[in-house]
């Protein structure tokens, strides 16, 4: 196992999850397209609710597989995060 397949893990993961799911700069939020509305959601409730999504990481030490977050992966030290600098929301009628 090497490092680009690790790092390749994490990004398809990203990809599917940014199909539907973005961060607000100007807001400091994050929103989720769910069928025919937007979910909003702060830092933590976004943790909160995909704090269970992992990908695997090859550990040099131990020279294993690990599961890492992957939700924390995608919040921090992300400059490739889905974002947009302002989204205005509107509830359906």
Known sequence: MNDDENIDEFFVMA???ENKN???LSKG???EKKHDKN???SKTQLRDTFEH???KKW???TKDLDNNNFIMRWTVNNPDIKQ???KDIYPNK
């Open 15 to 17: 990809e599917l999850f």
């Open 22 to 24: 973005a961060k607000i």
């Open 29 to 31: 939020v994050y929103v």
């Open 39 to 41: 979910i909003i959601r």
């Open 53 to 55: 999504t992992s990908f």
């Open 59 to 61: 550990n040099k030490i």
């Open 84 to 86: 947009y600098d302002d």
